[in-house]
C-alpha cells in the first residue's frame, strides 16, 4: 500500500483559493481611488438605521447616479479623507450610515459604509478613514442623499 504525502493535498489546495481569488468580480478600494477609475453607476443607500427592539432596519431606500461626473468626485472625496489616529476620541452618538456602492465600466463593485455618527467612519477602502463631511457634500452635490450639515 502506497501512502500519500499531504503536501500536494496543501499544494492543491493553496492553488484553488488563488484561482477562485483570480475570478472574484468585485473592485477594489485601490482602483476606486486610482486617476484611471471609470465609474458606471453610483448607488446610495441610506438612512440606513442600526435595528431598534421589534423592528426591521429602517430605510429610506436606494437613489442611484449614472453621472461619470459626479461619481468620480464623490469617490475622489471618499479617498482624501484621512485615516483615523490610532487612538481616535469619538462621541457615543448613534445615527444612519449610507451604503455607497461604485460599479465601474467592467462591472467591478466597490462598497462603502460611512457613518453619519461618533468620528463618521468610512470603511471599505484599504484603511478606513474619518471625518466624513466633505463625502457628505460631494453626495449632496451629485444629487444623492446625505446628512445635513450639522
Known sequence: MRRLSAV???ILLALTAVACGANASPGSAD???S???EPRELVDSGPLY????ATAEGTRGEDRTTDAAAIKKVAAAACALP??????ICTADMGPSFRLRFV???GRTTTLTAGDFGCRFVEGLATPRVGAKPLWAALAAAGLPAPRDR
Open 8 to 10: 500536494p493535498g496543501a
Open 104 to 106: 465601474d465600466t467592467q
Open 35 to 37: 486617476a484611471s477609475y
Open 83 to 88: 485615516e483615523p489616529p490610532s487612538d481616535p
Open 50 to 53: 442600526p435595528p431598534l427592539p
Open 31 to 33: 482602483a476606486l481611488c
